[in-house]
Structures are given as structure tokens and as C-alpha cells.
Nanobody, 122 residues
């Protein structure tokens, strides 16, 4: 499986942004999808995950109520980010995993996509 993330950019605090992750490969449907982010000088952290099939989602407390994950088929996953804050600024990574985790840890991710930069100005 390969993952291609896109949609990052420069926005102002309070704005919205939608990130996309396109998965390719014959075993795409066997993976759950998640998003992580990493700010400069900080560790990579979990943002949200969506299971497949079933669409059950889990979010980090810091984004709950503002971010929304969706997956329209096995290949396309979206992270809708609303009410963005300066502390949301980071490189965002889509990631695929197969375990039964509701909130996978970094070592539990099986496949990483490249990052997409999200910059939020105050």
C-alpha cells in the first residue's frame, strides 16, 4: 500500500482546511486509516483514526469537535479541519494500520504517507 496526502496550506486562525489521503495497492481495503501530525521540535502525535469497514472514528482530545474524519471508499480518506488554531500548525501524515487499536501509536502504524504542511497564522 502507498499513501499520498494532500491539501495542506496556509490559513488564518478560525479557518478550515480539508486534507486528503489517497491509498493505492491491492490490499488497501485491509487497512484502517489515521492521521498524525508533527510540529517542529515535538514528537509525532495521533490526530484521528477511522476504521474500515464501519467508519468508526476516534480523535485526539485536542481536535475533538473541530476535526472530522471520513472515508468514502477503501482508497480515499479525508480530514476536515475546522476552527483551526495556531497550535494545529504541523506537518500532517496519513497512516494506515491493521491492528485493532482505536488510537494507534506511532509504532503501530504499518504504512506512512508523506507529510503535508498545515500552517495557521494568528
Amino acid at each position: 500500500v502507498q499513501l499520498q496526502a494532500s491539501g495542506g496550506g496556509l490559513v488564518q486562525a478560525g479557518d478550515s482546511l480539508r486534507l486528503s489521503c489517497v491509498a493505492s495497492g491491492s490490499t488497501v481495503s485491509t487497512y484502517h486509516m489515521s492521521w498524525f501530525r508533527q510540529a517542529p521540535g515535538k514528537e509525532r502525535e495521533f490526530v484521528g483514526a477511522i476504521r474500515w469497514p464501519g467508519h468508526i472514528t476516534n480523535y485526539a482530545e485536542s481536535v475533538k469537535g473541530r476535526f472530522l474524519l471520513s472515508r468514502d471508499n477503501a482508497k480515499n480518506t479525508f480530514l476536515q479541519m475546522n476552527s483551526l488554531k495556531p497550535e494545529d500548525m504541523a506537518v500532517y501524515y496519513c497512516a494506515a494500520f491493521r491492528g485493532s487499536y482505536s488510537r494507534p501509536l506511532v509504532p503501530e502504524v504499518d504504512v506512512w504517507g508523506q507529510g503535508t504542511q498545515v500552517t495557521v497564522s494568528s
